[in-house]
């Protein structure tokens, strides 16, 4: 069946490391997105890619990077300079293009930082 | 201030109530989205319309782009409807970015 992974859907770590967290798709879509998700907030977008080997920072990119060298991943690095990690992370993807295209979700990972 | 505001934010029911759950935006869109995201985390697209009306079962989605408002009703609600309800807005061009409400916790009791 075609659609969104996350792994792992729970994820610890202890302040100051690096962790990745996993999206993979085989849908065939061009555009992928990671968003986080906190309690009382609505989404905000970390950083998305239209393209293979391209992507753009979203509204709250400080603290993580991304790559996109293959279409169906696109992992993310929380990375020590990010301020508050715990969160629940959510990837999505769509055709690029199309406006009316809807957005697809992956299941998500809760990342808690000890 | 949130670009994009929903109300309720917390909503309890009786099994068969009708739902009513809104969203105001504040910007121009092309698009606008309802999700579904259950306790589990994952988020299930339910809409995205432009004008008018949509019907999928028992949920309807309407928008009205003149007031900048859309909202989405559920009819003989059921406590599988329990879920948080999200609205997301699309500005349109061409890096097609969402703006997200802070959703609405359906809850339906038997």
């Known amino acids: 069946d075609g659609g969104i992974t996350q792994s792992p859907k729970y994820l610890f770590r202890k302040e100051g490391q690096n962790v990745t967290l996993s999206c993979e798709q085989n849908?065939?879509?061009?555009?992928m997105y990671w968003y986080r998700q906190d309690p009382g907030q609505g989404l905000r977008l970390i950083y998305y890619?239209?393209?293979?080997?391209?992507?753009q920072k979203g509204d709250i990119a400080e603290g993580y990077s991304v790559s996109r060298e293959k279409k169906e991943s696109f992992p993310l690095t929380v990375t020590s300079a990010q301020k508050n990690p715990t969160a629940f992370y959510l990837c999505?993807?769509?055709?690029?293009?199309?406006?009316?295209?809807?957005?697809?979700f992956g299941p998500g990972t809760r990342l808690t930082v000890l | 201030k949130n670009e994009v505001e929903q109300s309720p934010q917390n909503l309890t029911a009786q099994e068969g109530e009708f739902i009513t759950i809104n969203c105001s935006y504040s910007v121009g869109i092309s698009a606008l989205h309802w999700l579904q995201q259950h306790p589990g985390g994952g988020i299930v697209s339910l809409f995205m319309?432009?004008?008018g009306k949509k019907k999928h079962g028992r949920l309807i989605a309407t928008i009205n782009i003149q007031e900048k408002h859309s909202s989405l009703h559920i009819t003989a609600s059921h406590p599988r409807d329990s879920a948080v309800y999200i609205c997301a807005a699309n500005s349109g061009g061409s890096n097609y970015k969402l703006t997200f409400g802070k959703g609405t916790l359906l809850t339906v009791n038997p």
């Open positions: 319309l432009s004008s």
């Open positions: 999505a993807s769509r055709i690029r293009g199309a406006q009316h295209n809807e957005q697809f």
């Open positions: 849908l065939n879509h061009d555009a």
């Open positions: 890619s239209q393209i293979v080997n391209d992507f």
